[in-house]
């Protein structure tokens, strides 16, 4: 049973336009989110975070949106530049304080073209 | 600098052999981990180890071994008991368990010749 979905496994847009890459979950325990970016043959690097108080965190071209009710986040890319072309995975921890066991999506791989 | 190393960047295992990936850590990190990644797939956990001497089997542990003898090493053997190898391996570690950021290591490639 996955916890944790991306339903799209690729996404193509232009340069300077918005990016917007979407996860579901399914266990309502989870209280945390993760994105990771992850370029081929190299390991991922972390991203942004959302806490479940919050609706929203921004971190300069990259903003996570989180709907509680909808079990639903999302990962608003803006302007969209090349170097953003990579598989971003949505991860969550088990919640209640621990961080083991994060679950992973499967991925969605971003293509932006110049 | 700090941060996770993995060698070999590729490694190429015969039938019947075992191997042993290296996940090394000067971040002072109390946790570690390692997933395995294969194509279309998330990264999915074999083994996670919250402090020196204590490791947990993850969802895919079948095949695979640790140890945790010093904290900032954590080194993974594929056994010959694992049928399908070939995967790319990621290490990771992470400073306590309050903290959920994981960080990774750059992976190594496992082929079966």
């Known amino acids: 049973d996955q916890q944790v979905k991306q339903n799209s496994p690729s996404l193509s847009v232009q340069e300077g336009r918005i990016s917007i890459l979407n996860c579901d979950y399914t266990?309502?325990?989870?209280?945390?989110f993760l994105w990771y970016k992850k370029y081929p043959a190299e390991g991922p690097t972390f991203l942004i975070s959302?806490?479940?108080?919050?609706d929203k965190n921004e971190d300069g071209r990259f903003t996570v949106f989180l709907n509680k009710s909808a079990k639903h986040l999302s990962l608003h890319i803006v302007p969209s530049q090349p170097g953003d072309s990579a598989v971003y995975f949505c991860a969550a921890p088990p919640g209640g304080g621990s961080n083991y066991k994060l679950t992973f999506g499967k991925g969605t791989l971003l293509t932006v073209n110049p | 600098d700090g941060g996770i190393t993995q060698s070999p960047k590729y490694l190429f295992r015969k039938e019947g052999q075992n191997v042993t990936l290296s996940c090394e850590q000067n971040l002072n990190h109390d946790a570690m981990y390692w997933y395995r990644q294969d194509p279309g797939q998330g990264l999915r956990l074999i083994y996670y180890s919250q402090i020196v001497n204590d490791f947990q089997k993850g969802d895919i542990a079948e095949g695979y071994s640790v140890s945790r003898e010093k904290k900032e090493s954590f080194p993974l053997t594929v056994t010959s008991a694992q049928k399908n190898p070939t995967a790319f391996y990621l290490c990771?570690?992470?400073?306590?368990?309050?903290?959920?950021?994981?960080?990774f290591g750059p992976g190594t490639r496992l082929l079966v010749l």
């Open positions: 959302i806490s479940s108080i919050k």
């Open positions: 990771a570690s992470s400073k306590d368990r309050v903290q959920e950021t994981q960080y």
């Open positions: 266990n309502s325990m989870f209280d945390y």
